[in-house]
């Protein structure tokens, strides 16, 4: 008689996440608010964190107005070859970060400017 021993697989408690591009055009899903991503500020305390747990990014909404926001906040605005906008990039890089971005995030979460 042989035991098994390979190990179950764990199974995945937190899903991976994917940091928005610093340029990306966002809305925010609540507010309204059209802006860009313009990096990530370190949270010490609140409840209101992106999925890494410390972060949440600083969106510009018009300068020099920046609103504080979590990943569950944005909607990506995307172009009508269904690739994000971003400010300054060209197409094989915003093809890139479409594909990575919808890795973890719904469709739904993808939506075409009014």
Avoid: C
């Avoid at 937190?14 to 507010?31: F, M, N, S, Y």
């Avoid at 991503?37 to 949440?56: C, H, M, S, Y």
């Avoid at 906008?85 to 890089?93: H, S």
């Amino acid at each position: 008689m042989t035991m098994n021993t390979v190990k179950p697989a764990q199974p995945r408690t937190a899903k991976a996440w994917v940091r928005i591009p610093d340029g990306t055009k966002v809305k925010h899903r609540h507010e309204g608010h059209i802006g860009f991503i313009d990096g990530l500020t370190e949270i010490v305390t609140g409840p209101n964190r992106n999925p890494d747990g410390k972060t949440q990014y600083r969106m510009n909404i018009g300068a020099p107005d920046r609103q504080l926001v979590t990943e569950d906040d944005l909607s990506i605005l995307i172009d009508d070859e269904d690739l994000v906008i971003m400010l300054r990039q060209k197409a094989p890089y915003r093809r890139a970060v479409t594909q990575s971005l919808h890795s973890v995030l719904a469709a739904d979460r993808f939506i075409k400017p009014a």
